[in-house]
């Protein structure tokens, strides 16, 4: 039973300190920066390739 203590106290501890809430956005995704290819006033580069799911 000591143990199974330990353990619930380790879970409460462990929520609290996980913050809530919404996450903020990280950044804009490499996606939304590819260059559009049917723009032609944009220049494309072989080293911008970016593989989008």
Not at 10 to 36: A, I, M
Request: proline share 15%; net charge positive; with cysteine.
């Amino acid at each position: 039973m000591v143990s199974s203590i330990r353990d619930i106290e380790k879970n409460y501890l462990l929520q609290n300190q996980l913050p809530r809430g919404p996450v903020p956005p990280s950044g804009p995704s490499p996606c939304h920066n590819k260059l559009d290819p049917f723009n032609q006033n944009k220049f494309s580069f072989h080293l911008d390739y970016v593989i989008c799911p």
